[in-house]
Structure formats: C-alpha cells, structure tokens
C-alpha cells in the first residue's frame, strides 16, 4: 500500500523529503518548497526544480531578446555590442547585493543620460549605474566605444528589462539573464569573456 503524505496526510507520498524524513506528494513539495520546508540544498527535487525555473527564465530572456533585437540580424557589431553589454551588465550586478531590475532601469537611464550627446548628470549616480561607467567611460575615451551605438544598446537593454520585470519577481529580468548568458557560455569562459570582446561563435550559438 502506498505510504500517505506526511504533510497533508491525503495524498499519496511519492517523493522521499529529506525535511520530513519521509514520503511528501508532488503539490506539498511544490507549495512548501523553501516557504515552509527549509530544503537542503542537495534536495534532488529542489534541484530539479531549480534547473526547471533557469530554463524557464533563460527562454524567456531569450524570446524578449529575439523580439527586441530582430531587427540587428546582419549587423554584427551592433550585435557583438548588445553582447558584450549583457556580459559587463551580468558581471557587474553579480558584484552588488540586493540588486534588483527597478536598479537596473536606473542605471540604463542614467547611462543612456551620459552618453549623451551632452554629458548630463543631475545627480549622484546609483552605485550600479556608477560601475558600469567606470568600464565604459575608459572605453569612450579610447574610441573603441562609439556613442551612438552604445547610446542605442542601451536602449535596446532598457526595452528587454521593461519586458522582463515583473511586479512581483524583482529580479525577473536579472535571473533571465544570468540564465541565459550561463546557458550560452560556461562559466570559466565567461571570465575571458568580460571585456568586451564577443567572438563569432558567441553569435551563433546566440541567433
Ligand atoms: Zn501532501
Ligand atoms: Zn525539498
């Protein structure tokens, strides 16, 4: 006979939870699942689950993306550009705690503010949008960053962060992308791969 849930003591238990040390149904496990059951984090159907919820989130930053950026098709470095904009975004925000999209939004306002034509800056700068300057603005000096294009980068990464963020996932777009750019490089290239140099192969696996 098939033991019940030891949670709802309705159902039938059909997966061993290692928090209530015995079997828990599909629907308990999904609802309790790190609310009210603190699941190691070895827990093999918390692990599937999360693997589950990356996917999700990686596809779903790629679909915005494809519609965002459609347009771009044939035009390498702009695409390069967007790439590379998503990497120096990724490795940064990985660096500051509590980041969520709505500083996101701010930062690329701000920047799309500094890069002008006329350097406009009214006030002190967010602490992301401040980072983020510190690699570009080297890179504009330089030439090897145009203002125009990135200008338009910018704008392209503001659009997809206004299609991603949801009420109430305040780090709905962070997630898709970090999911995404994990799922197109492995993490040891990724380290390379911050500067802001995208190689050919990054594109196709891309489009
Ligand atoms: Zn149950
Ligand atoms: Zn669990």
Not at 4 to 14: T, Y
Not at 22 to 40: A, F, Q, T, Y
Not at 138 to 161: H, Y
Request: a neutral charge.
């Amino acid at each position: 006979m098939a033991e019940k849930c030891l949670r709802c003591g309705k159902r039938r238990g059909n997966r061993y939870c290692p928090v209530l040390a015995g079997p828990i149904c599909s629907r308990c496990c999904g609802e309790n699942r790190l609310v009210k059951i603190s699941c190691p984090s070895t827990c093999s159907h918390l692990l599937r689950h999360e693997a589950f919820q990356r996917d999700k989130q990686g596809s779903r930053y790629h679909e915005v993306w494809l519609k965002v950026n459609e347009d771009l098709r044939g035009r390498e470095a702009d695409l390069k550009l967007i790439i590379a904009l998503e990497y120096l975004l990724k490795r940064v925000a990985e660096g500051v705690e509590g980041l969520t999209d709505a500083d996101v939004e701010v930062a690329l306002a701000e920047l799309t503010a500094r890069v002008g034509p006329i350097e406009l800056v009214t006030q002190a700068p967010s602490l992301l949008g401040r980072l983020l300057w510190e690699e570009l603005a080297p890179q504009l000096e330089e030439g090897r960053l145009l203002r125009e294009p990135l200008k338009e980068g910018l704008t392209r990464l503001a659009k997809m962060v206004a299609s991603l963020r949801e009420p109430e996932v305040p780090r709905a777009f962070l997630r898709g992308l970090f999911a995404h750019l994990e799922e197109l490089l492995p993490e040891e290239k990724q380290q390379e791969q911050s500067g802001l140099i995208v190689t050919p192969s990054d594109l196709r696996r891309l489009i």
